[in-house]
């Protein structure tokens, strides 16, 4: 699940491991913090929703089932 608050940034939640290469180079990183990946630099931003659909893209291609919830 892909979320977004002002707050927290924009994070994916749930455990693409298999696959982080795809979230890697989407710019997302992992915080062992947080356990989640997050993209820095987001909070406080509005989400860039192209980035948003293309890793959503990719993740579905890769066979995950992706939520996206952008919360103001």
């Known amino acids: 699940m892909v979320?977004?608050?002002?707050d927290l940034g924009l994070r994916l939640l749930g455990d693409p491991r298999p696959h982080?290469?795809?979230v890697k180079s989407?710019?997302?990183?992992?915080?062992?913090?947080q356990h989640c990946w997050y993209l820095p630099d987001s909070r406080g931003r509005a989400p860039d929703t192209r980035l948003l659909e293309d890793l959503a893209e990719q993740l579905v291609l890769l066979g995950f089932d992706v939520?996206?919830?952008?919360?103001?």
Do not use: C, I, K, M
């Open 3 to 6: 979320t977004y608050t002002s």
């Open 20 to 22: 982080q290469a795809a």
């Open 26 to 33: 989407a710019g997302f990183r992992w915080s062992n913090h």
């Open 67 to 72: 939520e996206v919830t952008l919360v103001d």
